[in-house]
Nanobody, 124 residues
Framework: QPQLVESGGGLVQPGGSLRLSCAAS????????IGWFRQAPGKEREGVSC????????NYLDSVKGRFTISRDNAKNTVYLQMNSLIPEDTAIYYC?????????????????WGQGTLVTVSS
């Protein structure tokens, strides 16, 4: 059964850092683009970042560029989202998602596997 499991969320002060992990099982991980989405209370879900199956291509939501970095370790079936200089507006549930298509398709909803989400709270 295809599965994604996120970890690494928590409470952090503004300006702090967190690293989210997304571990996969049950499917051929290295063929999939992997993305991170987030949903804040009362807001729509938005795509935060995506990395291609090879890791050679990445993209980011404008508001996180320069602060967040996505990476993948195909040997460990894991994708990471390093989040630095966190601000209260980053508070949300963060989900990882997998698509057998490219990042453009993933960010437009072509997702075949979703994780359960991990909560990130940025507050003093």
């Amino acid at each position: 059964q295809p599965q994604l499991v996120e970890s690494g969320g928590g409470l952090v002060q503004p300006g702090g850092s967190l690293r989210l992990s997304c571990a996969a099982s049950g499917f051929t991980w290295s063929y999939y683009s992997i993305g991170w989405f987030r949903q804040a209370p009362g807001k729509e879900r938005e795509g935060v970042s995506c990395i291609s199956s090879s890791g050679g291509s990445t993209n980011y939501l404008d508001s996180v560029k320069g602060r967040f970095t996505i990476s993948r370790d195909n040997a460990k079936n894991t994708v990471y989202l390093q989040m630095n200089s966190l601000i209260p507006e980053d508070t949300a549930i963060y989900y990882c998602a997998a698509s057998s298509s490219n990042c453009y398709s993933l960010k437009n909803g072509y997702v075949e596997v979703w994780g359960q989400g991990t909560l990130v709270t940025v507050s003093s």
